[in-house]
Nanobody, 121 residues
Framework: QVPLAESGGGWVQAGGSLRLSCAAS???????MGWFRQAPGKEREGVAA????????YYVDSVKGRFTISRDKDKNTLYLQMNSLKLEDSGMYYC???????????????RGQGTQVIVSS
């Protein structure tokens, strides 16, 4: 288990940007690190994943071209840059770490407590 702490959520108007951070209290270089979200009344949705090898990041179709996932191995921190935010991007965003490539699902491995993102018109 890797302790994770998300930050950076907040309120933003549609079309705006936010950058989420996920600080890990352990070395994350060997892990798949990802983000998933959940909105009230909706199912959990995997958003993005960053892999420890040279694989291209994973993005769910709805965020491709708008979100960018990145990691700073020296700081053991994962980021999610979210641009051109839409109303449907609202929800609680969680960071996840897993040795498995489906870390963005958040069903295995570690997860943080989440950070709230509210996109308004």
């Amino acid at each position: 288990q890797v302790p994770l702490a998300e930050s950076g959520g907040g309120w933003v108007q549609a079309g705006g940007s936010l950058r989420l951070s996920c600080a890990a209290s352990a070395y994350i270089g060997a892990y798949c690190m990802g983000w998933f979200r959940q909105a009230p009344g909706k199912e959990r949705e995997g958003v993005a994943a960053s892999y420890s090898d040279n694989r291209a990041p994973y993005y769910v179709d709805s965020v491709k071209g708008r979100f960018t996932i990145s990691r700073d191995k020296d700081k053991n921190t994962l980021y999610l840059q979210m641009n051109s935010l839409k109303l449907e991007d609202s929800g609680m965003y969680y960071c996840a770490a897993s040795p498995f490539s489906d870390c963005y699902e958040g069903s295995r491995g570690s997860r943080g407590q989440g950070t709230q993102v509210i996109v308004s018109s």
